[in-house]
């Protein structure tokens, strides 16, 4: 046998080889479609799972795999699209026809039930909806944070300390800050005449049914926090149109 020969030889030899393992694959085809709709989805992947077997759906939604013989798993994925993944035993020759219908992505969560205090990382908090004997629930209420804030403590700066606190006029006419100068809901901030002034839970005006002015502001370097609450609030402080204004050292 001559060289050309045994070249002709080989080539016929990988030929009818190649036609024989093609032979010896199965083929895995269908159609993909959407599951609300029903219509089908183009550039659908199906693959097989942990394997190199995957392939895109045409226009019309179909999809045709040819693999070898074996156990794997059937998988098809689109764009927050996904469908079930589906075991399959192929046999060689075999032609097996599996549809999928996409659903949206979803992940179900467990239940979870939290209790506790609202956060208190920032400046600006809440009052709880019961707070010992006090309800607050409907009550529009802020809690400064003195600790969290950025503001000039040591001059009672007002300004920086309620800045934070929405529907607040400040007035700065004591420049010492000695008397402080706030009103809500639109009312005069005068001498914080129309809040309930208190420290630590106790009135501090000099007279809280006749005239609660202010003449007193706690330095604002030695507290913790300041509760504000909007609204009229005589059944639980005063008369005071304006809230309550709370300092706790």
């Known amino acids: 046998m001559n060289k050309l020969s045994y070249q002709l030889a080989l080539i016929t030899c990988l030929v009818f080889g190649l036609q024989f393992a093609q032979a010896q694959n199965a083929i895995i085809k269908g159609v993909v479609t959407e599951a609300s709709s029903g219509k089908p989805v183009s550039g659908a992947e199906v ?5 190199a077997y995957r392939t895109f759906t045409t ?8 693999v070898k013989p074996g156990n794997y798993t059937l998988a098809s994925f689109y764009l927050e699209l996904q469908g079930p993944q589906l075991e399959v ?6 032609v097996e026809k599996i549809n999928f219908e996409l659903k949206p992505l979803e992940i179900y969560l467990d239940e979870v039930e939290t209790s506790g205090k609202r956060e208190e990382a920032f400046s600006i908090s809440r009052l709880n909806s019961v707070e010992g004997t006090l309800i607050y629930e409907a009550k529009k209420n802020e809690v400064i944070r003195l600790e969290k804030l950025n503001a000039n403590l040591a001059t009672n700066n007002a300004r920086q300390v309620f800045a934070n606190v929405p529907g607040l006029n400040v007035w700065e006419s004591d420049a010492a800050g000695l008397q402080l100068g706030i009103g809500g809901r639109g009312l005069n901030p005068n001498r914080t005449s129309n809040f309930n002034t208190r420290q630590n839970g106790y009135d501090i005006a000099a007279d809280p049914l006749g005239y609660p002015e202010s003449y007193y502001t706690p330095p604002m370097e030695s507290l913790e926090k300041i509760e504000v609450v909007r609204g009229a609030a005589s059944l639980q402080y005063g008369t005071q149109f304006g809230g309550m204004i709370n300092f706790l050292f």
């Open 47 to 51: 693959f097989l799972v942990n394997t």
């Open 59 to 66: 226009e019309s939604g179909r999809y045709s795999l040819e």
């Open 89 to 94: 035993k192929l046999a060689a020759e075999e």
